[in-house]
């Protein structure tokens, strides 16, 4: 079976001229990865471990890679070189983000465009544009706890996920609440319970079918603030949802 993953994890961003409100920028051509990065990047690298949660991903060449809240394109940037020249990867932030976000966009752009990254601006409830390529893999990087506290209907940000995917899986990376059910510390603690997040990603049809320890941090008291500048060490959970072929 193919799977397809969407990793929830949170991002931390840097500053330039981005693009405007639901305009894209498209990459044609591959360029070293270290041309695009930007300071920040060597603290996230000891934090995020991208390659770690993308090797559990199964992110492969020709994928096809929407990222939720792609930020200013840490995590894109890497799928991007891992996707190569026949894959791609959209990176997607919502319009009310618009204002903080695009100053950071612009920064990791100051040498050039990300090399088969698109970043584009849509609503979270509607995040996939209309004709899109299907989907093998959604990504949302210590994100869906922002999702709480911003106007988003989350049943229909997760119907709609799933329909552009293809029958594969659903990532989830996130900062781990004391409580796993907890949906209320998103805008407090930056934090969320896994259980919350298993109940709404399944509620729509996903199965849980896997769950890596490689971004646990068991002696984190989930008690924190788990951003900060720079950002703490934080216990995160990492769930693959399957899509289940009809």
Known sequence: KKLLRVVAAWFVVTTCNAPPPNESIV??????????????????????HPNLFLDFAGLAPGHQ?????????????????????????????????SAFMRPYIAARLHHGPVPGVTFTERPFDDPVPSGHDPLDLVVCVLIYHDILYIDVDRSQMNQRLFAALKPVGDLVIDHAAVDPADLSSGASLHRIGRQGVVDEITAVGFVLVDESDVL????????????TDPQP?????TLLFEKPAV
Do not use: I, K
Not at 79 to 94: D, E, F, I, K
Not at 216 to 227: K, S
Not at 233 to 237: E, I, L, M, P
């Open 216 to 227: 646990r941090v068991p002696d984190d008291p989930r008690t924190g603030l788990a951003w």
């Open 233 to 237: 060490r934080t216990d995160r959970f």
């Open 27 to 48: 990459q044609p051509s591959r360029s070293p990865l270290h041309t695009h990065r930007v300071p920040l990047d060597a603290h996230r690298d000891a934090l995020r």
């Open 65 to 97: 890679v929407l990222e939720l809240g792609g930020g200013d394109g840490y995590t894109s940037m890497h799928m991007a070189q891992r996707v190569g020249p026949s894959g791609s990867v959209l990176a997607v932030n919502p319009p009310q983000w």
